[in-house]
């Protein structure tokens, strides 16, 4: 088993490299809100479970609150980066912006532990409707941009709103207990992207 010292750096094995104080922390962050749910784990928690100073959390990353969007980002960032970075907005019918969003969802609710990851994100942001994401594709903007081009006449805060409605569904769905069939995740794709593409007012 791995062993972590007292500035949060794991042991590990003879010879390996220590893990460094912020990864550990990620780690047992993870571990803990999977298992017992965000709101049951104390900062002190973590921290002791990381074996790191009581204040490694408020130095890493600031608060609980942001250690959790750093968490979220670096685990399931990489599942949209690459996808939506090649999409060309000029070009790219909303539908199947929408389809690129949604997919990596459907293979998460496949596996036990990406489930558990979707919940924890639903949760985390419909309790922080304002949290303050630093990865690109977690900001509305480059999806409000795309929509914008996309609808004749649609300003971007309208954009902005419609992408914001589009995602609670698209987490209220996922982030639930049930795992969605391959027609509910159709006809969400089809909604979403019906909403997203009305004619501006």
Same mark, same amino acid.
């Given at each position: 088993?791995?062993?972590?010292?007292?500035?949060?750096?794991?042991?590990?094995?003879?010879?390996?490299?220590?893990?460094?104080?912020?990864?550990?922390?990620?780690?047992?962050?993870?571990?803990?809100?999977?298992?017992?749910?965000?709101?049951?784990?104390?900062?002190?928690?973590?921290?002791?479970?990381?074996?790191?100073?009581?204040?490694?959390?408020?130095?890493?990353?600031?608060?609980?609150?942001?250690?959790?969007?750093?968490?979220?980002?670096?685990?399931?960032?990489?599942?949209?980066?690459?996808?939506? &970075?090649?999409?060309?907005?000029?070009?790219?019918?909303?539908?199947?912006?929408?389809?690129?969003?949604?997919?990596?969802?459907?293979?998460?609710?496949?596996?036990?532990?990406?489930?558990?990851?979707?919940?924890?994100?639903?949760?985390?942001?419909?309790?922080?409707?304002?949290?303050?994401?630093?990865?690109?594709?977690?900001?509305?903007?480059?999806?409000?941009?795309?929509?914008?081009?996309?609808?004749?006449?649609?300003?971007?805060?309208?954009?902005?709103?419609?992408?914001?409605?589009?995602?609670?569904?698209?987490?209220?769905?996922?982030?639930?207990?049930?795992?969605?069939?391959?027609?509910?995740?159709?006809?969400?794709?089809?909604?979403?992207?019906?909403?997203?593409?009305?004619? &501006?007012?």
């Amino acid at each position: 088993m791995t062993q972590t010292t007292r500035d949060g750096r794991g042991a590990g094995r003879r010879g390996s490299t220590p893990m460094p104080t912020r990864d550990a922390l990620l780690t047992v962050a993870e571990r803990l809100f999977l298992a017992d749910g965000y709101d049951k784990v104390s900062v002190r928690a973590i921290c002791a479970a990381a074996d790191a100073n009581p204040a490694a959390v408020h130095y890493h990353f600031g608060t609980k609150d942001d250690l959790t969007i750093a968490l979220l980002q670096s685990r399931l960032g990489p599942l949209w980066a690459d996808p939506l &970075a090649s999409l060309d907005p000029a070009v790219t019918p909303i539908a199947q912006v929408v389809d690129v969003v949604v997919s990596p969802f459907v293979d998460l609710q496949a596996d036990p532990t990406g489930h558990l990851h979707l919940r924890l994100l639903a949760r985390f942001v419909f309790a922080h409707p304002t949290a303050s994401w630093t990865s690109h594709w977690f900001d509305l903007d480059p999806f409000a941009d795309m929509l914008a081009e996309a609808v004749p006449g649609l300003t971007a805060s309208e954009a902005r709103r419609r992408w914001a409605l589009g995602f609670q569904l698209i987490l209220l769905r996922f982030g639930g207990t049930e795992t969605l069939s391959t027609a509910a995740v159709t006809a969400l794709i089809g909604f979403v992207t019906a909403g997203l593409t009305a004619p &501006a007012t």
